[in-house]
Structure formats: structure tokens, C-alpha cells
């Protein structure tokens, strides 16, 4: 009897109505049995974020001001960190123990390292005892007066270049 049966005819669908702007801000999400409105999740998503880059910030503040204030290094006592002074350069007597050569008698580079200019044949040239680096007279004596390193490679000028007890070269 199955080829003479009758079956009801589906029923007709119809859309639903179509929200009103009102109803989407009221919307809910129903979790576990209870609703939740969706400006909740809105508000969290925005709010949680910003609250824990801001705690964050805020321990990125506190331990600057620590490291800042109760330095290990600091001997002395006192909050400030005080720059140490650093070696003193050479003086006049010991600048002039330095050899000076010409330009053309450089063997290492035809450039002054501290004023980037060329140094030329006939030039009057201070040479750094040891590495044989070559700058001009007075850019030699100039940084030498402050720093007691060779400018180009930062090789320590031995002391005892200068000690009248020892044979200079």
C-alpha cells in the first residue's frame, strides 16, 4: 500500500521578519543555559586587552625606577650613578717621543683617520709606535692629547715607549 499513500504537503516556509536595529544591540548569546548580551563581549574584548598592556607599562615603569635607584654597582652610597673619569691622554714631552714621518714613508693607508682627509707626500706625519698607523701631525697630537689609543684600531700606547730607562727602537 505504499505506492497509493498519501503524505501531507510540507508546509510553507516563510522567511522571519527581519531585526529591528534596536533588537542587534539587545541581542543575547545564550552559554550554559544563560543569556549574555553581546555589548558584554564587546566591552571585554576591548577592555581586557588594554588592561593588561597597561599593567604591563605599569611594571615596565617600576622596575626602570628600581634599576634606576638601588644600582649594585654604586659604591659610594648615594642614588646617582657618577661617570668615572677615564685615563688621561699623553702629554706634550710624550707626544713628541712619538716618530714622525712623511706621507710618502706611510705604509699603512694614505688616509687620517680622525679628520678624513688625505694625507699628502710632503706632509709631516705622526705614526703610532706598534700598529704603524699614520695621521696628521696635529690630528695626531690632538686626539693623543685626550686618548691615550691609537684611533684606527684602539691598540693601548705601551708606557714603556715613554720610560727614559727603556731603549726606544
Known amino acids: 500500500m505504499r505506492h497509493g499513500a498519501r503524505y501531507p504537503p510540507p508546509p510553507l516556509l516563510t522567511p522571519p521578519p527581519s531585526p529591528s536595529p534596536s533588537a542587534t544591540l539587545n541581542a543575547a548569546v545564550t552559554v550554559g543555559g544563560h543569556e549574555h ?3 558584554v563581549y564587546v566591552f571585554l574584548s576591548l577592555f581586557l586587552p588594554c588592561a593588561g ?3 604591563v607599562f605599569i611594571v615596565y615603569i ?3 625606577w628600581y634599576a634606576s635607584n638601588y644600582r649594585t654597582d654604586n659604591q659610594s652610597g648615594s642614588p646617582l650613578a657618577i661617570k668615572q673619569v677615564g685615563e688621561k691622554g699623553l702629554s706634550v714631552s710624550e707626544l713628541d717621543k712619538l716618530p714622525k714621518v712623511t706621507g710618502e714613508e706611510l705604509v699603512l693607508g694614505t688616509d687620517c683617520a680622525v679628520c678624513l682627509d688625505q694625507l699628502e707626500a710632503e706632509q ?3 705614526m703610532v709606535p706598534g700598529c704603524n698607523h699614520g695621521f696628521h701631525l696635529e ?3 690632538t686626539w693623543l692629547s685626550k686618548h691615550p689609543v691609537c684611533p684606527v684600531c684602539r691598540a693601548k700606547l705601551d708606557p714603556k715607549l715613554f720610560d727614559p730607562s727603556h731603549d726606544n727602537p
Open 139 to 141: 690630528c695626531a697630537d
Open 124 to 126: 709631516p706625519v705622526r
Open 53 to 55: 598592556m597597561s599593567a
Open 62 to 64: 617600576c622596575l626602570l
Open 37 to 39: 548580551p553581546i555589548l
